[in-house]
C-alpha cells in the first residue's frame, strides 16, 4: 500500500514537473522582493564586459565556460524529464528517485567547475558569474527536495522542490535570453 501511494504521488509530481517544463512560452514570475531584484540585476547584466576595454583572455574562456555549462544543464534536465516522464509510466520509484539523484550531482559538478575554474576579471561577467551560481545552487536546492520528499513520502516537499526547479528555470532561461541578445 505505502508503495502505491509512494508512486501515486512521484506520478503526480513528475506530471507537474513535466508540464511545467514543457512551457514554451517564456514568463518570468518574481514573487518576492529577491526574486524581483534578481530578475532586475540578470536583466540588466551585458555579456560583453565593456565597448571600451578590450576583452581578455580569462574573460573570453569564462563566457565559453558559462555556455558550455548551460548547454550541459540544459541537457540534464531535458534528460531527467525523459526519464521521470517514462518512470511515471512504468511506475518505478527507484529509477525516479536514481535519476534525480544523478541530475543533482551534476548540477553540484556544474557549480564547482564555474565558480573554481572561471576566473573573469570584468564586472559585468563577475556579476553573471554570480547569478549563475545563485541558478545553480537553486536547481541544486530544488532537486534535492524533490529527493528528499520522494525517499519519506512528502508530496508537498516534492511540490516544493518542484516550484524551486521551476523558478531557477525561469532565471535560466532569463539569463540566456539576455546572453543571447548581448551577442547579437
Given at each position: 500500500?505505502?508503495a502505491?501511494?509512494?508512486?501515486?504521488i512521484?506520478?503526480?509530481?513528475?506530471?507537474?514537473?513535466?508540464?511545467?517544463?514543457?512551457?514554451?512560452?517564456?514568463?518570468?514570475?518574481?514573487?518576492?522582493?529577491?526574486q524581483?531584484?534578481?530578475?532586475?540585476?540578470?536583466?540588466?547584466?551585458?555579456?560583453?564586459?565593456?565597448?571600451?576595454?578590450?576583452?581578455?583572455?580569462?574573460?573570453?574562456?569564462?563566457?565559453?565556460?558559462?555556455?558550455?555549462?548551460?548547454?550541459?544543464?540544459?541537457?540534464?534536465?531535458?534528460?531527467?524529464?525523459?526519464?521521470?516522464?517514462?518512470?511515471?509510466?512504468?511506475?518505478?520509484l527507484?529509477?525516479?528517485k536514481?535519476?534525480?539523484?544523478?541530475a543533482?550531482?551534476?548540477?553540484?559538478?556544474?557549480w564547482?567547475k564555474?565558480?573554481?575554474?572561471?576566473?573573469?576579471?570584468?564586472?559585468?561577467?563577475?556579476?553573471?558569474?554570480?547569478?549563475?551560481?545563485?541558478?545553480?545552487?537553486?536547481?541544486?536546492?530544488?532537486?534535492?527536495?524533490?529527493l528528499?520528499?520522494?525517499?519519506?513520502?512528502?508530496?508537498?516537499?516534492?511540490?516544493?522542490?518542484?516550484?524551486?526547479?521551476?523558478?531557477?528555470?525561469?532565471?535560466?532561461?532569463?539569463?540566456?535570453?539576455?546572453?543571447?541578445?548581448?551577442?547579437?
Amino acid at each position: 500500500m505505502k508503495a502505491t501511494i509512494s508512486i501515486t504521488i512521484v506520478l503526480l509530481c513528475t506530471a507537474a514537473l513535466t508540464a511545467c517544463s514543457s512551457e514554451s512560452k517564456f514568463e518570468p514570475v518574481a514573487h518576492s522582493n529577491v526574486q524581483k531584484q534578481e530578475a532586475q540585476t540578470i536583466k540588466s547584466m551585458p555579456l560583453n564586459p565593456s565597448a571600451s576595454t578590450a576583452v581578455n583572455a580569462n574573460d573570453k574562456m569564462f563566457i565559453q565556460d558559462v555556455e558550455n555549462s548551460i548547454d550541459t544543464l540544459q541537457k540534464t534536465l531535458k534528460e531527467l524529464d525523459l526519464i521521470l516522464s517514462e518512470t511515471q509510466h512504468n511506475d518505478e520509484l527507484d529509477e525516479a528517485k536514481e535519476s534525480v539523484d544523478i541530475a543533482r550531482q551534476e548540477v553540484l559538478y556544474l557549480w564547482n567547475k564555474i565558480h573554481n575554474d572561471s576566473k573573469p576579471e570584468s564586472a559585468n561577467l563577475k556579476k553573471i558569474k554570480t547569478s549563475y551560481e545563485g541558478i545553480l545552487t537553486k536547481f541544486r536546492k530544488g532537486l534535492t527536495y524533490q529527493l528528499d520528499g520522494m525517499r519519506v513520502v512528502n508530496s508537498v516537499k516534492i511540490m516544493e522542490g518542484i516550484d524551486i526547479t521551476n523558478k531557477a528555470k525561469s532565471s535560466l532561461n532569463e539569463l540566456v535570453m539576455n546572453i543571447k541578445k548581448e551577442k547579437g
